[in-house]
């Protein structure tokens, strides 16, 4: 059996759940769409597109990681942290179509866990596309006190229930994927602290 725990980085493996085969899978999850991408994404699994989508994923903009899904599979949203933040629009247009499970993706060494380091180089960037310099500053300040995180995996859970206090009858399943071996991990802290009911898939 393939062991993954080598390629989890060390701040997060004592917070991870690894989950090898489809028995790993939380049984909460059989027969829905969030053990269908799990199963894609770590065992190489088919997925079987339906007449229209039943699943939305968020996840980060990362260059290094790419969605094993194919077209017509799923609504997805990609943006810097991987968090619903300023989308909420966009989930509410999924509703209307029906879909009932969002998946959300963190991974390790994420950008926006270090973008504190790099907004003198982003508001020059916008500088040289023309901003003017003050104003640039001052929106790569703003933007960073919305986008920036601490740690990966905090962000993930805060923003686990930020989305279940918005929309009480959707299942969000959040996942941790580590960039080494494109693998997703389950977060301790939502198998121990969500109830079988919260968690009940729809």
Known sequence: ???SYSSIPELHKSRLIQMQSSNDIPARWNGT????????QNFGYPLHVNDQP???ISTCIEFRYAL????KYAYV???AGGRLIGQEFAVGYVLTKGVKNIILIAHDDCGMAKVSQAKEAIAKAFVQQGWD??????YVNQQA???AIDDELDALEHEYYRLKQMFNDIHVAPLFLTLNDKRVHLPKWYHERISARDAQPH
């Open 68 to 71: 094993p899904i194919p077209a």
């Open 1 to 3: 059996m393939y062991d």
């Open 54 to 56: 039943q699943i939305l």
């Open 33 to 40: 769409p969030i053990a269908s991408f799990i199963q894609a």
């Open 77 to 79: 949203i990609r943006t």
């Open 145 to 147: 006190e919305v986008l």
């Open 133 to 138: 310099p003050a104003e640039a500053l001052h």
